[in-house]
């Protein structure tokens, strides 16, 4: 095992503890490695969530191994694709770890079993997945009040601002607007206006005199 300097074993520590915090945060889909490229022969330092079935001390992979070669590999590879030995598909991040000399001393490695997700995304599409053929087309909205605040945020819109953002004076122009075109006449209308435009109904009315 090559000796270390004060700095280096300081960095290795620090990426163990950065690396159970991930793994503890994402548990338990997402395999945490760390690896020690100081020792390649026995480069896998700590494993949390281990998916891969590797153990600590065994050797480096072709990327650790690259890195250990070549200072200017990329420092980061996000979200490349993986599979374990066993064939399961994987999603990979890994972050080089360099030290004050720029040369690379550990990688921090993520690695999630993209094989669970997929389950959830079939059982995802089966639950969301509509019948094509509605007998009647039904909204769980009260008639007209998607309307209405469609037509608020219209007139919020050529003010250059939001419905809850308005002076006291364009929500008095907007009631007697939306008054003159007949929309206040809409059950439940005084209600939707005054929670869209965030002010109580005893507003509205006495904005619509």
Do not use: W
């Amino acid at each position: 095992m090559n000796s270390r300097t004060p700095e280096q074993r300081l960095l290795l520590n620090q990426v163990k503890q950065i690396a159970d915090g991930l793994a503890q945060t994402f548990a338990p889909f997402c395999e945490v490695v760390v690896h020690d490229l100081l020792d390649p022969a026995h480069a896998v330092l700590a494993i949390h969530n281990n998916l891969s079935g590797r153990e600590v001390g065994d050797p480096a992979t072709e990327l650790g191994l690259a890195r250990i070669m070549d200072p200017e590999f990329d420092q980061i590879l996000a979200n490349y694709p993986n599979e374990f030995a066993d064939g399961r598909r994987v999603k990979s991040t890994s972050i080089g770890i360099k030290d004050s000399k720029g040369e690379y001393i550990a990688a921090l490695c993520m690695n999630i079993d993209l094989t669970v997700f997929q389950g959830f995304q079939g059982m995802l599409h089966q639950f969301v997945a509509l019948q094509t053929q509605a007998i009647t087309q039904e909204s769980l909205d009260p008639a007209g009040t998607e309307a209405i605040r469609a037509r608020i945020d219209e007139f919020a819109a050529r003010l250059a601002t939001t419905p809850r953002a308005m002076k006291a004076e364009d929500r008095r122009a907007l009631v007697k607007e939306l008054k003159a075109a007949g929309v206040l006449d809409v059950r439940r209308a005084m209600e939707t206006v005054a929670s869209h435009l965030g002010v109580s109904r005893a507003s509205v009315y006495s904005y619509a005199k």
